[in-house]
């Protein structure tokens, strides 16, 4: 008999799911992402989510620091990093964020340092939130894998 814990785990990881669907923070992209992942690559979601977060990172630091200098106006550089957020985001399906990232870019091609500034907030909140979440996520497999592994002697 399978343990009663992956059950109730697996049931965790899809109200998870349906919440995030749901908050419109994650699109089917995110599903097709799932779909690739198999028993010979039972990592490959989570894998190519932390590559998405590495690269963010840096991003997000790259365009701190962009608007940190007050001199700056090389919006155009902005809007080229801007573009590899939004297509990393979307191909993750991370929507809300990749939402946030249009906004941005619209703000950053009309010379904004303020909707910049606003849209640069919004977009590490969102972005946290996402990382937050699908840590969660991750954190709720690994444990129904490994409940799903412990198997039960039938009571007779």
């Not at 919004?122 to 969660?136: I, P, T």
Request: hydrophobic share 40%; net charge neutral.
């Amino acid at each position: 008999m399978l343990g009663l814990g992956a059950v109730r785990l697996r049931a965790d990881m899809n109200r998870l799911l349906s919440l995030l669907f749901h908050q419109g923070v994650l699109d089917e992209h995110f599903l097709q992402l799932q779909q690739l992942q198999d028993e010979t690559s039972p990592n490959f979601v989570s894998e190519v989510v932390n590559i998405y977060f590495h690269e963010s990172e840096k991003l997000l630091r790259n365009l701190r620091g962009m608007l940190s200098d007050r001199e700056f106006s090389d919006y155009k550089k902005m809007g080229i990093h801007l573009n590899q957020f939004m297509g990393s985001s979307s191909s993750i399906g991370a929507k809300r964020v990749r939402n946030v990232c249009v906004v941005f870019r619209s703000a950053s091609e009309q010379n904004n340092r303020a909707g910049c500034l606003r849209a640069l907030e919004l977009l590490e909140h969102e972005y946290c939130y996402l990382k937050n979440r699908l840590h969660e996520l991750f954190q709720i497999e690994q444990q129904r894998v490994m409940a799903a592994g412990v198997w039960y002697p039938m009571q007779d």
